[in-house]
Nanobody, 126 residues
Framework: VQLQASGGGLVQPGGSMRLSCVTS????????IAWFRQAPGKEREGVSA????????AYVDAVKGRFTITRDNAKNTAYLQMNSLKPEDTAVYYC????????????????????WGQGTLVTVSS
């Protein structure tokens, strides 16, 4: 499966942005999907994830109430809606999938996912 993330750019603090992740080569419904981010000088961090089937979601505490992960299996596309953006949300954002269905405690671990897209840069700045 190939993943293509898009939608990044420059946004002011308090603004919104929606990232998209299009999958090809296999149907998205066969995968759990996640969004990660990596800021300069920092480790890659799990932001949000969604299991396949039951669509159970997980969010890192820093984005709860501001970010929403969704998926449209018919379009083979996953989304990350980001609202009330803060400068500390600035990072390269990656989407990733796994054919497994991770337990809740593993949903935001990078090692859980075997397929990765290229990143899209999100910059939150005035």
């Amino acid at each position: 499966v190939q993943l293509q993330a898009s939608g990044g750019g420059l946004v002011q603090p308090g603004g919104s942005m929606r990232l998209s992740c299009v999958t090809s080569g296999s149907t998205l419904s066969s995968y759990a999907i996640a969004w990660f981010r990596q800021a300069p000088g920092k480790e890659r961090e799990g932001v949000s994830a969604m299991r396949k089937g039951d669509n159970k979601k997980a969010y890192v505490d820093a984005v709860k109430g501001r970010f929403t992960i969704t998926r449209d299996n018919a379009k083979n596309t996953a989304y990350l809606q980001m609202n009330s953006l803060k400068p500390e949300d600035t990072a390269v954002y990656y989407c990733a999938t796994t054919s497994g269905n991770p337990i809740y405690g593993n949903m935001l671990r990078p090692s859980t996912y075997e397929n990765w897209g290229q990143g899209t840069l999100v910059t939150v700045s005035s």
